[in-house]
């Protein structure tokens, strides 16, 4: 899902044949290299979104480009259907090794929807395969965001993007996101973090065990809850919901996966077990066109003995594309991007802490590595929002690309849900980029904080 767009002017007025989400016009880009982008009137952007946290390994590295250009000498077309290919059959050995325990079968997509239509699909032929076709519903979190597509947006929480299709689709029971830091109880986060785990299982007993087949959760929450993370007593207790009730548990690791939070996927911070991941954004790093689903053998046997897998895309596991991603996978390995990943987003989370206490309207600072998100409410101590009209998030992304830097924004619900900046550089970025990162970051806050009437502290 690509970030909300930016009303700051812009100077490319040339007629344009495109479109997108808005008639907004943006610069057009002429090179990038590392963290930067340069545009063709000479400005310098520091990325410090990753596109839309895509951008893994960085722009321009000369390995990946390299590989690109020698499987393009051989071919850069093979259709699944008549040929295996070499890159293909590589990556997914290469992916199916840096899984947990036997996720061992992949398939291969173009993009993250994909990747998660995949995986519903999947789920539910293995349901059939069994002989339990009762099972069709899979639950997932309100809010959440796992993909464009009818099938994506069906387990999808955010009626600002399903409202206009729910007529088109089957939209599938939800239970709440696990936003504990926002309550204000008595409990302590251990246990907030299992009575939200146990909203599933009360949503499972409400809908019928017999008919739900799968529950679909972000372990480190993206487009729709900005860097959430869960309490530790979360995961294993979804866990153990989903064994009791012989459910799937998928794993939608589209943005957080990928050596992104300082893992290689965001649920191995809790030794997670899911039954099927969904991954893309990191795969192809923004060099090609790429994501995909890993199963495990007792899922997609029975499917296969079945008759098949009654799914697949054109370029599912195009040559070209898995030439880049085990380019990219091989270099993530190379430089160190997972413990990169971890030590920078330390220096990040620290530096966006330092923050929330020169502005006290940061409500809460939070994510894993280099997935991290600023939240702006009205009170730190209730946490109340912001009244839709202050849309400093918006504000604070405008300001900051006036100043060079993109950050990642989007509001959710109309803002129902808060307004959050995520941060998400490449993981190649340094100790100081971090540093040039969050101080332009803190003067759009501050230019904002005026604008609005909003308390600075010093």
Known sequence: MSQTTSTAPVA????????????????????????????????????????????????????????????????????????????????????????????????????????????????????????????????????????????????????????????????????????????????????????????????????????????????????????????????????????????????????????????FLGGDHWNCRPDIVSLSKGIGSGYMPLGAMAAPERIVRPVLDMGGFQHGHTYAGNPLACAAGLAVMQEIDRLGLVENAAARGGDLIEALRELAVRFPFIGDVRGKGLMTAIEFVADPVTMERLPPEVNIGQRVLDLAYERGLIVYFRRVKGGVQGDCIMIAPPLIVTRAEIGEIVSILGDAIAVAAREFNLPVNG
């Open 12 to 263: 490319n007025t040339r007629p344009s044949h495109l479109f997108y989400v808005t008639r907004l016009r943006r610069p057009l880009v002429d090179r990038a290299e590392g963290i930067y982008l340069w545009t063709q009137d000479g400005r310098r952007f520091i990325d410090g979104s990753s596109g839309p946290v895509a951008v893994n390994l960085g722009y321009g590295n000369k390995y990946v480009l390299d590989a690109m250009k020698r499987q393009m000498d051989k071919t850069t077309f093979a259709y699944r259907l008549h040929f295996e290919n070499e890159p293909a059959e590589d990556l997914a050995r290469d992916i199916a090794g840096r899984m947990p325990g036997g996720l061992e079968r992949i398939f291969f997509v173009s993009g993250g929807s994909e990747a998660v239509e995949s995986c519903i699909k999947l789920a539910r032929q293995w349901a059939v395969a069994i002989g339990q076709p009762k099972r069709w519903k899979i639950i997932s979190r309100m809010p959440s965001y796992h993909g464009g597509t009818l099938g994506a947006l069906a387990v999808t929480g955010d009626g600002a993007l399903t409202d206009t299709f729910a007529d088109q689709m089957r939209a599938m029971p939800t239970v709440p996101a696990p936003t504990a830091y926002r309550d204000r109880d008595n409990l302590s986060m251990d246990e907030r973090g299992i009575k939200y785990a146990d909203m599933l299982e009360e949503r499972i007993l409400t809908e019928g065990p017999e008919t739900v087949v799968a529950f679909i959760m972000e372990p480190i929450g993206g487009a729709a809850t900005n860097a959430l993370v869960a309490p530790d007593t979360y995961y294993p207790r979804i866990r153990e919901i989903c064994d009791r009730h012989g459910i799937l548990l998928i794993h939608d690791e589209v943005m957080s996966g990928v050596a992104r939070t300082g893992r």
